[in-house]
């Protein structure tokens, strides 16, 4: 697609279930980055994909967070055992060819943990 | 990562002049100042990015004293649509926001 696509756009879930959420980059770009928003603040930087490293997972809050990238495109954020303080949008990003090249973001995921 | 401190909140009036200033005492050697710009219920989009003194895109223009320690936002002419939050970001990426964790943001309010 033209752009960064984010799915599901919302999603509810219960404390302690796991959730997935999806991140299609745009077509050849190597780099790919997730954050978290919650309300009414700034991104924080959860995770780093740049081509075939390994994955710089130094914001990732907790161990019941992970992602993984697949062939190099698209991208699954993992969290497991939701808490309600996990309640926030996900964004993702991808830029060309790591940080030196301009990122651009998806729509986000909003998601609230009940 | 250096800390960066803007307003909570600016209002102004369409054909404006807006300047929001970012404060970042920690900045270090490598570190640009970028600006990014979010409206509601979307992703953030890059703005300008500077490293020292002035630089000046179609959109808006950048001022960096020599310090450094602080960088001004200026928006020519708003209008309702420049309705938005502002975020000013500090690390070694030059382009887009990379590992930075972004402040609080400065919410522009454009009145008719």
């Known amino acids: 697609g033209a752009g960064v696509s984010q799915s599901p756009s919302n999603k509810v879930t219960e404390k302690g279930k796991d959730v997935e959420l999806r991140c299609d980059p745009i077509?050849?770009?190597?780099?790919l980055y997730w954050y978290r928003q919650s309300l009414g603040q700034g991104l924080e930087f959860l995770i780093y994909?740049?081509?075939?490293?390994?994955?710089?997972k130094s914001g990732l809050p907790s161990d019941r967070f992970s992602a993984e990238r697949t062939g190099g495109s698209v991208s699954t954020l993992t969290i497991q055992r939701t808490q309600q303080e996990d309640s926030a949008v996900y964004l993702c990003?991808?830029?060309?060819?790591?940080?030196?090249?301009?990122?651009?973001f998806g729509q986000g995921t909003r998601l609230t943990v009940v | 990562l250096a800390k960066t401190t803007q307003p909570i909140s600016m209002d102004s009036y369409e054909g404006q002049e807006v300047n929001i200033t970012c404060s970042h005492n920690?900045?270090?050697?490598?570190?640009?100042i970028t600006w990014y710009q979010q409206f509601p219920s979307q992703g953030p989009r890059f703005i300008i990015q500077?490293?020292?003194t002035k630089v000046t895109n179609e959109v808006a223009s950048l001022f960096i004293p020599a310090d450094r320690k602080s960088s001004t936002l200026s928006l020519p002419r708003v209008s309702l649509s420049d309705t938005a939050v502002y975020y000013c970001?500090?690390?070694?990426?030059?382009?887009?926001?990379?590992?930075?964790?972004f402040g609080d943001g400065t919410t522009l309010t454009v009145k008719p």
């Open positions: 500077g490293y020292k």
């Open positions: 994909f740049q081509g075939n490293s390994a994955p710089d």
């Open positions: 990003a991808s830029s060309l060819d790591g940080m030196n090249t301009e990122a651009f």
């Open positions: 920690n900045i270090a050697t490598n570190d640009y």
């Open positions: 970001l500090v690390g070694e990426s030059t382009t887009n926001a990379g590992k930075s964790t």
């Open positions: 077509s050849g770009h190597t780099a």
